[in-house]
């Protein structure tokens, strides 16, 4: 019976009906405590001194001292006129020692009442037991927040697996292995805005709505302004507005912000996601390149204290002297076609002996360069490469390279065979920069809705001038996902994208 008492971590097993007596339960211990008038619910705060790992982490400091700490019960373990129980905060965890004597006989049957996951806080001092484990002398608790439904014993066991990303909040309280992802998470973010703050660049804020969804090639969501009765549109990046900065005099500009897609959802992508996007004058793709690297490199070091790295079982090495290689030579490499040496109908004929089939209205020269990079080579690049000099056809805001104009002066950067950055020598050529867009509507015309529609006043700015200007965007779920080893981006995001469940 008291074992019983004392187990109260109910098993995730448990059937609709018992779930909904112990809910039951714990409402009626609930309304005790409120007709009593001690309804925790009315407390609006309670001093804590430390956190657990504070004394944890320095238990020389702390042995005999008084501390108040709060937090969230996770076991109880009742043994008479002594009783254990664990308390978990935001950075860890410490054991309570109660004992009747110590913290009131009144007092302790109170405790003995307490459910699992109820918010308390306890003040005490602090010593080892015999067994040597850090504790905490409790004299004083107080109930700070009732728990009604009964936390899983094991989360992970939980058959539908993806409660834990509708259900985050208990997902946070289970699993420690998820509070440090996004405790990580925190500090890349912090770490970058210190690296672009320390290298003179201007954080800024551009806008969410947009009359034209500019800046990449994306599907944007469309919402209605009712004042002005106009169709408007959740950006899909940031790049046009920060630009038209760089024409305003700003000349180092940066933006930390979410992104919106309306497109599929896997692994790696979901609707709404968090993006950098950095804007430089007087430099170029390669200079965007140089501090690409210096800025994974400096997260790396800050954040993990390490620029090695295993993701999945994979070990990746983000040490700077990261492999630089043309998009031609990539896909010479990989697959054997060598695009310089041949025009368009060459290399339409080379993929379809390879059994590639190819998009109409993409068969140009560039186009086909683009398709076979993705057929062949995206997927084997593992450690950080640089991928340079893409056609133009698939890039519509990069500059010419002047020595061969079917090709741009563009790199994105892969990391086990996933895109993580895309950058360019910025397109300041008005004239160009029109015909391009001209190009992408007669695309969208076509049927491809991803493809970009013409921004008068974006062409207008550049008539104005921009300098040479090098520009990058990369994605930080993804960059976390790689310093946290997570599989999915649906675990570097607190609340990812999730369709409702059935009624």
């Known amino acids: 019976m008291r074992m019983a008492e004392n187990n109260q971590q109910e098993q995730h097993e448990q059937t609709a009906e018992e779930l909904h007596e112990l809910r039951r339960i714990r409402r009626e211990k609930l309304q005790e405590l409120q007709d009593a008038g001690n309804d925790p619910f009315a407390r609006v705060r309670f001093d804590r001194t430390h956190y657990t790992t504070d004394i944890t982490g320095d238990y020389d400091a702390f042995e005999g001292k008084k501390v108040a700490l709060a937090g969230r019960m996770m076991s109880k373990r009742i043994m008479g006129k002594a009783s254990f ?47 040597g484990e850090i504790s905490i002398m409790v004299d004083k608790l107080t109930l700070l927040s009732k728990n009604l439904i009964p936390l899983p014993e094991k989360w992970h066991g939980l058959k539908d697996t993806d409660m834990r990303y509708r259900q985050r909040y ?59 009765d106009i169709d408007m549109y959740m950006r899909i990046a940031t790049e046009l507005h920060l630009k038209r900065l760089i024409v305003g005099g700003l000349e180092q500009v940066y933006e930390i912000g979410r ?109 086909l360069l683009a398709q076979c990079f993705d057929e062949f080579v995206e997927d084997k690049l593992t450690q950080p490469t640089f991928i340079t000099d893409y056609p133009v056809e698939v890039s519509p805001l990069a500059k010419r390279k002047p020595t061969d104009a079917r090709l741009t002066e563009r790199f994105e950067l892969f990391v086990v065979g996933r895109e993580l950055a895309n950058a360019f020598s910025e397109l300041n050529d008005p004239i160009d920069q029109k015909a391009r867009f001209e190009r992408q509507v007669a695309l969208r015309d076509a049927g491809d809705d991803e493809a970009s529609m013409m921004d008068e006043d974006y062409v207008n700015a550049l008539e104005y001038g921009m300098p040479p200007t090098g520009g990058m965007g990369m994605g930080i779920d993804r960059l976390v996902m790689l310093l946290t080893d997570s599989a999915s981006i649906r675990d570097v995001l607190l609340f990812p994208t999730m369709k409702p469940l059935s009624e």
Not at 87 to 114: N, P
Not at 183 to 203: L, T
Request: negative net charge; glycine residues 8%; charged residues 30%.
């Open 170 to 228: 208990v997902d946070l309280i289970i699993n420690p292995d998820v509070r440090d992802t996004f405790e990580k998470r925190s500090k890349i973010v912090r770490e970058i805005r210190a690296f672009m703050d320390g290298r003179g660049f201007m954080e800024v804020e551009t806008p969410c709505l947009n009359t034209i969804p500019g800046g990449a090639s994306a599907r944007p969501f469309v919402t209605h302004h009712n004042a002005l």
């Open 85 to 131: 129980s664990d308390l978990s905060d935001r950075f860890g965890r410490i054991q309570l020692y109660v004992k009747r004597d110590v913290l009131g006989v009144d007092e302790y049957q109170a405790f003995k009442k307490l459910d699992i996951g109820d918010l308390v806080g306890v003040e005490g001092d602090v010593f080892r037991t015999q067994k």
């Open 259 to 367: 992104i919106f897609r309306n497109e599929g959802m896997d692994t790696k992508h979901n609707p709404e996601f968090t993006s950098i996007e950095l804007y430089q004058a007087y430099t170029d793709y390669n200079g965007m390149m140089d501090i690409t690297e210096d800025m994974v490199v400096h997260v790396c070091d800050k954040v993990l204290g390490t620029t090695r790295v295993t993701y999945q079982g994979v070990d990746i090495d983000f040490a700077k002297g990261w492999k630089r290689l043309t998009m031609a030579d990539a896909v010479k490499e990989y697959a054997g076609i060598d695009f310089m040496a041949i025009d368009g109908e060459e290399a339409l004929r080379q993929m379809h002996a390879k059994g590639i089939e190819t998009e109409k209205g993409k068969e140009s020269w560039g186009d």
